[in-house]
């Protein structure tokens, strides 16, 4: 007869697995009511635009570091987004290479005078320039603080009162910044507004543009494309209805100037600091009582070059694990919070026992259930009624979130395109799942014994690169 | 063996893993199946644009042409055509179009729209019935205005406004006023498309006489009402406003000279968001007397205050390349002189920016 824990286990793994398909299902729902019912919106887009020539200015802020490769190209794309008022900011945060030569020498950049606003505290300023071409492009010279301090910086220069941060080689498609505007047009009470970010590898890009969408032939691409359409679709248009958005991404948010001041800034403690900033202005209106919205716009997109490389993929998500539970430690009093509504009593606790702590359950599961198997305590038909439970909760939440791409959105046009993605869900589970939940587990560990995570570095092929915390599941 | 202390869990998570996967297939197939439908959908979409696109085009440039059997599943498209059309046009050929729509049944199937549960329909109704601007869908329209949808209620204000901007007017600003939903600048396009002499009137009248609430509402509205004499209706409110917001909002839109005293009084307000907005004001209708006023508020603690004023101050109209040496030689305070040297480089660079 087999112990009394392994009973106790069994019904955590079920109780996991069962709870993580209901609430991403459950999300998956209000998904899909939210992308049915903006799809009504979304018809009318060949309607004139109600908002055409009144969208307040923005200030796009791109922090940079080490990219000469890219930055000129990226630069020329911000230049030519279909936007009527916009200023770019490039902070060069100290960067080791020719990332200032390439900007000055392709920009005609001209040192300029200005009255910089050290409204937030940044690393010393080493010198401002502005285009003698482009009127609305600032460079800022600094040194080295890291992403957080640079976007600061970016921040303490912009005139505008929205500030859009992207990365320095992220590829936004042109009417991006319009939509991911549209709702502080719309409702005055947004403080924060974040688009979908997709994987352009084996995309075509030319000078900046999306010019054709594809899927890359390699199934490590492939399979986060997956994860991507699961994380934005399942995870964040679910969670916005309720104002429950816990992460705006790094690669492409829009916030009101004076809010992200008032906060205090980005963090520079935090290797999640998206996630963390978001989390902040949660907690910041909610327990002060203040009216305020989030919002996610699902069609403002912003491309970015996921790792093909084991290595850099195993530092991402150890990176973002670690990344989500010091926000979640950091804003550890929103959770159940009396004034904190849906952000403390469900997005917070979903997040820590889903995302936070799921992969170490999964972990448990497959470690226990082989172990279990090799010294004969459970039959094979208990080890494959747990492959079972494991594999369809992985392949309907992928389904689902490849239903809601369909019914809403039809990003990847071709057949062949669908039958990768529906053979990437099957694929998924057969090592790739394995090796991200041992990832971040270890992500968890590192966090829980305080290690330092480094950056690391992300081989570009003329893309971009995801900063911050991931699209989730 | 485990099987045999925990049938139940077994059970169950066999039960769960068998029904997702079940529910996987049935997903997968959804997908199939509606990329399959839009396929069909985007060829018949193709063909409608190709076939009808060139005879409404020959039909609004007053051709006389031979209207081919319409299909009901073209409709929708056709219909959706014809009002991107009938948005770029005026006079006789939008009126052209109208006579063709009719034939067509197109104002039939829009008023059919009206009813539709699906808001796209409903916005497409509103304003193909807009574009025919028939005073007896006044109800249906006003009606329509009346849901608390702002995509379909804007689209059928927008078509009241069409059939009758001087009746329109005033029902629309009060529906404005009375929800919060309808996003200011779309009821300013709004605005903007009707005649102002319907508007004015209303607009003055609600904007001096309202709660704080409406004048907040409505101020952002100004410059798309085209009130005559907005200058005095904005010299009134800087003279009687208490609150910053009314204050900054109305400072930013004065252009005339009469509020000047009141302005200078508001420079020294304790709303950093008032005094900037003096100072632009300043800028633009202020004399030499003011060239102090705003040299002391290059010193303000707020970045944007002495920004502001170091544009009016530069801006000025006796203020030659000599005056701004000067200037600069003189002025004591580092943060004013820092402002200075910015405000010159930008000068400079647009400068350079136009040779």
Redesign the interface.
């Known amino acids: 007869m087999a112990p009394a824990w392994l009973a106790w286990l069994t019904w955590l793994f079920l109780a996991y697995f069962v709870g993580l398909n209901l609430v991403y299902l459950t999300l998956n729902l209000v998904a899909m009511r939210s992308a049915w019912r903006d799809s009504s919106v979304r018809a009318l887009a060949a309607m004139p635009a109600y908002t055409a020539g009144l969208e307040p200015g923005v200030t796009i802020c791109i922090p940079a570091y080490n990219e000469e490769a890219t930055i000129a190209e990226s630069v020329r794309s911000m230049l030519q987004i279909d936007y009527p008022d916009f200023e770019i900011v490039v902070v060069n945060d100290g960067s080791k290479d020719g990332t200032l030569d390439v900007l000055i020498r392709e920009f005609a950049m001209q040192p300029f005078q200005m009255a910089y606003r050290r409204t937030l505290a940044v690393k010393p300023i080493r010198g401002i320039y502005r285009s003698a071409r482009h009127p609305a492009l600032l460079v800022v010279d600094k040194d080295n603080g890291g992403r957080s301090d640079a976007v600061n910086a970016a921040i303490n220069g912009a005139r505008h009162g929205l500030v859009c941060v992207v990365d320095a080689d992220s590829v936004l498609e042109r009417d991006s910044l319009k939509r991911v505007v549209r709702p502080f047009i719309e409702d005055p009470l947004t403080v924060a507004s974040g688009g979908t970010v997709r994987i352009s590898n084996g995309c075509q890009i030319s000078h900046g543009y999306m010019q054709r969408v594809d899927i890359a032939p390699g199934w490590l691409a492939r399979i986060q494309v997956l994860e991507y359409l699961r994380g934005f679709h399942n995870g964040r248009i679910g969670w916005a209805p309720m104002n429950a958005l816990l992460i705006i991404s790094g690669a492409f948010g829009v916030f009101r100037r004076t809010t992200l001041v008032d906060a205090g800034g980005f963090s520079t403690r935090t290797i999640g600091e998206d996630m963390e900033m978001t989390m902040r202005l949660h907690r910041f209106h909610r327990l002060s009582g203040r009216s305020y919205r989030i919002a996610f716009v699902p069609e403002a997109v912003c491309w970015t070059e996921a790792p093909e490389s084991l290595t850099v993929l195993r530092n991402q998500r150890t990176r973002w694990q670690r990344g989500l539970m010091e926000s979640l430690w950091t804003h550890r009093n929103l959770f159940f919070h009396p004034k904190a509504g849906t952000v403390g009593w469900l997005a917070c606790p979903v997040m820590l026992l889903i995302e936070g702590l799921g992969p170490v359950v999964e972990l448990l599961g497959y470690v226990v259930m082989t172990v279990l198997i090799a010294l004969d305590l459970i039959s094979w038909a208990s080890f494959g009624a747990f492959l079972l439970l494991a594999f369809g909760s992985g392949l309907l939440l992928s389904a689902s979130a490849l239903l809601l791409e369909e019914v809403a959105f039809r990003t990847y046009p071709r057949p062949r395109h669908l039958a990768v993605l529906l053979a990437a869900m099957v694929v998924e589970n057969l090592g790739y799942r394995q090796l991200t939940v041992w990832w971040r587990t270890v992500g968890l560990f590192k966090w829980l014994t305080g290690q330092k995570q480094h950056w690391g570095d992300m081989p570009r092929r003329g893309a971009s690169g995801v900063d911050g915390v991931g699209p989730g599941r | 063996?485990?099987?045999?202390?925990?049938d139940p869990?077994?059970r169950?998570?066999?039960g769960?893993?068998?029904?997702?996967?079940a529910?996987?297939f049935a997903?997968?197939a959804?997908?199939?199946a509606?990329?399959m439908h839009?396929l069909r959908l985007a060829r018949r979409n193709a063909a409608t644009l190709a076939t009808w696109r060139p005879l409404l085009a020959r039909a609004a440039a007053g051709e006389v042409v031979d209207v081919p059997h319409l299909p009901a599943a073209q409709c929708l498209p056709l219909l959706?055509l014809w009002?991107?059309l009938q948005?770029s046009l005026r006079g006789e050929s939008h009126d052209r179009l109208n006579v063709l729509g009719e034939r067509l049944g197109l104002y039939t199937l829009a008023r059919r729209l009206e009813d539709s549960r699906?808001?796209?329909a409903r916005?497409?109704g509103h304003?193909t019935l807009g574009h025919f601007a028939i005073a007896s869908d006044w109800q249906r329209l006003d009606k329509g205005m009346q849901e608390l949808n702002?995509?379909a209620s804007?689209a059928a204000a927008r078509a009241l406004l069409r059939i009758d901007a001087q009746a329109a007017a005033p029902h629309v600003l009060e529906r404005y006023l009375a929800h919060s939903d309808w996003?200011a600048?779309?009821v300013?396009?709004l605005l903007r498309e009707s005649p102002h002499e319907a508007i004015a009137a209303t607009f003055v009248q609600r904007l001096i006489g309202g709660s704080l609430y409406e004048r907040l509402r409505l101020l952002p509205l100004l410059r798309f009402a085209e009130v005559p004499n907005i200058d005095s209706v904005l010299d009134r409110l800087v003279r009687t406003s208490r609150e910053p917001q009314v204050l900054s909002i109305a400072l930013r839109q004065l252009h005339g000279p009469a509020a000047l005293a009141d302005v200078r009084k508001l420079a020294a307000h304790q709303d950093p968001l008032v005094r900037s907005a003096a100072a632009q004001a300043l800028g633009r209708i202020g004399a030499g007397d003011d060239h102090d006023v705003l040299l002391s508020m290059m010193s303000d603690s707020n970045?944007w205050v002495?920004?502001r004023a170091a544009q009016a101050l530069l801006g000025m109209p006796r203020m030659g390349a000599d005056d701004v040496v000067q200037l600069r030689r003189t002025v004591g305070d580092r943060?004013a002189r820092?402002?200075l040297?910015?405000v010159?480089?930008?000068r400079g660079?647009?400068a350079?920016?136009r040779g």
């Not at chain 2, 063996?1 to 925990?6: A, K, P, V």
């Open positions: 063996m485990f099987d045999t202390i925990s869990a077994l169950l998570a066999a769960v893993g068998a029904t997702a996967i529910l996987t997903m997968a959804a997908v199939i509606m990329r839009a959706l009002n991107q948005e699906s808001l796209a916005v497409l304003a702002t995509p804007l996003p600048p779309r300013g396009t970045w002495r920004y943060y820092d402002m040297d910015q010159m480089a930008e660079l647009a350079q920016g």
